[in-house]
């Protein structure tokens, strides 16, 4: 978690806002300003990575015994360091790692269940631990409100869809988590 602390420290440098500083580091290091900007930019974004695949894990399933720090890195990460450049410019990728291939958050199994509607129990109860684990990211909010209301619970749908359009990390998921919540209305739910 220090490590994080650092990028976000080092990303938060004003190299972009501050003409003369950049010019004094751009000159130091013989490089253009716009390469100096980018290489910090991806120095951290490529940490960043790292991070997100160690609280994410291939799957949605990790080791128990990291359990504590992926949570205190998500708590990190969609708290205190939520409004650093850094985190910002990957905000949408955080809200919703269940639709980064890259990633593979979600197994198979579950990808299948939110293309198809075809919903099993182990499904809803997969996004539900993963929700509980993640209760900002309006991805996993929208796809657990989406089995639940193709298994019929539009009761709990409701009320999982209205949480993530008032609490979803990024905007977008929290658009969707509105017109998921609009439509089980005119559903009758």
Avoid: W
């Avoid at 997100?52 to 890195?73: N, T, W």
């Avoid at 809200?95 to 129990?121: K, T």
């Avoid at 019929?152 to 949480?163: D, G, I, P, Q, T």
């Amino acid at each position: 978690m220090d490590l994080l602390a650092e990028f976000a420290e080092v990303d938060s440098i004003p190299l972009d806002t501050s003409e003369e500083l950049l010019q004094a580091v751009a000159l130091q290091h013989r490089q253009s300003p716009e390469i100096i900007c980018r290489l910090v930019e991806q120095a951290c974004a490529n940490k960043l990575v790292e991070v997100l695949q160690f609280v994410f894990p291939k799957g949605g399933v990790g080791k128990s015994d990291s359990e504590h720090k992926r949570a205190a890195i998500y708590a990190l990460l969609t708290g205190e360091l939520a409004s650093t450049r850094l985190v910002s410019k990957t905000r949408q990728m955080i809200d919703n790692l269940g639709n980064v291939e890259i990633f593979e958050f979600y197994p198979p199994q579950i990808q299948e269940a939110i293309r198809s509607g075809n919903v099993q129990a182990d499904d809803i109860q997969f996004l539900g631990r993963l929700h509980k684990q993640h209760p900002v990211s309006g991805g996993i909010a929208f796809h657990y409100a989406l089995v639940l209301a193709h298994s019929e619970n539009l009761a709990e749908a409701k009320r999982v869809a209205s949480f993530g359009a008032s609490t979803a990390f990024h905007e977008s998921s929290r658009k969707d988590c509105q017109g998921l919540l609009d439509q089980i209305r005119k559903a009758g739910g």
